[in-house]
């Protein structure tokens, strides 16, 4: 199953960009790109999803490597309710999502 | 639609005694997850299910774990005969019939402590 690798924590101040990178040189061509987050004491939440193209949503983007191999999610105006633990997950071969540690985002006021 | 349901939200043990842990997935959904997140790490992947069916345990322990997904009702994980290391938060996922490798909608978790 491939893996992710992504920075163990980020810093953002309020209402600025922040890109948070994954990395997966392993995917496989039929593998999803999810990106969850997940609040301290909560379950994760979906984020955004994709597979080659580029993604938007109403809560992020998703930028895609042409070649697959890394990913960034894009918060255009970062609050202080999105500070969270983001995860970058692939689909194992049943469908099971394989979390890495994740990027813990603090956001500054 | 209510989102995925599980029970209890918080579980204490004692050692040696069983923990049953509950989730019902959104509805219209028939695959469900098992997750396990220790403190400071990230979800491992435990078990994948559908109704009345196991499709992938790779990740479950041998002994003492195991989990059903009935006709009628909710997924259950069960641990017989808990250990301290078995304290961890337990989430369930669940993703639509057909759409293995997309979405998956997680529970709020049980946070099991096993004293």
């Known amino acids: 199953d491939a893996k992710t690798t992504q920075p163990n924590s980020m810093e953002s101040n309020e209402e600025e960009p922040v890109h948070l990178p994954c990395n997966h040189s392993?995917?496989?061509?039929?593998?999803?790109i999810h990106w969850y987050r997940q609040l301290p004491s909560q379950g994760p939440e979906y984020v955004i999803h994709?597979?080659?193209s580029n993604v938007n949503n109403r809560m992020a983007s998703l930028a895609i490597a042409e070649d697959r191999k890394s990913s960034t999610l894009i918060l255009h105006r970062a609050t202080l309710r999105d500070a969270a633990v983001y995860y970058c997950?692939?689909?194992?071969?049943?469908?099971?999502?394989?979390f890495g540690k994740g990027t813990k985002l603090s956001v500054k006021p | 639609n209510a989102g995925v349901m599980q029970n209890p939200r918080h579980l204490v043990r004692r050692r040696g005694q069983e923990a049953r842990l509950r989730c019902s997935p959104m509805?219209?959904?028939?695959?469900v997850y098992w997750y396990r997140q220790l403190p400071e790490e990230g979800l491992k992947f435990m078990v994948y299910?559908?109704?009345?069916?196991?499709?992938?345990e790779s990740g479950m322990p041998k002994e003492r774990f195991s989990a059903e997904f009935p006709k009628e009702g909710p997924s259950i994980l069960r641990i017989q005969q808990v250990v301290r290391g078995d304290s961890a938060a337990y989430f369930c996922?669940?993703?639509?019939?057909?759409?293995?490798?997309?979405?998956?909608?997680f529970g709020p978790g049980t946070r099991l402590l096993v004293l």
């Open positions: 392993t995917i496989s061509g039929t593998d999803y």
């Open positions: 994709g597979l080659t």
């Open positions: 299910l559908q109704k009345e069916n196991i499709i992938d």
């Open positions: 996922a669940s993703s639509p019939p057909g759409r293995t490798k997309e979405t998956q909608y």
């Open positions: 997950t692939l689909g194992g071969s049943q469908g099971n999502l394989i």
């Open positions: 509805k219209g959904h028939s695959h």
